[in-house]
């Protein structure tokens, strides 16, 4: 069983930064991919941000020279760093591995963009 635990969400000012950390039960050195997903009140949840265990990253369109994820192999932990926010940004936040044909997701982190 893997376990994803997100935190680093809150309420920041547009222009704003924030990072937020999700922490696996497990070695994150076997999750083959980590991604961060984000769901908007009466939206559908999209991808944000993914990375694989080789370094291969990809982004949404939306968030590429903004958000920056990575992986700390030691602490199993992968980051979602926010910077330059926009309130478009505000979601829910999802931290999600895959191992094999399985996929596992955290509980979320609410990220508010507001003035």
């Known amino acids: 069983q893997v376990q994803l635990v997100e935190s680093g969400g809150g309420l920041v000012q547009p222009g704003g930064s924030l990072r937020l950390a999700c922490a696996a039960s497990?070695?994150?050195?076997?999750?083959?991919?980590m991604g961060w997903y984000r769901q908007a009140p009466g939206k559908q949840r999209w991808l944000v941000a993914t990375?694989?265990?080789?370094?291969?990253?990809n982004y949404a369109d939306s968030v590429k020279g903004r958000f920056t994820i990575s992986r700390d192999n030691a602490k199993n932990t992968v980051y979602l760093q926010m910077n330059s926010l926009k309130p478009e940004d505000t979601a829910v936040y999802y931290c999600?591995?895959?191992?094999?044909?399985?996929?596992?997701w955290g509980q979320g982190t609410q990220v508010t963009v507001s003035s």
């Open positions: 999600k591995g895959g191992i094999g044909l399985s996929d596992y």
């Open positions: 497990g070695s994150i050195g076997s999750i083959h991919v």
């Open positions: 990375m694989t265990s080789g370094g291969s990253t």
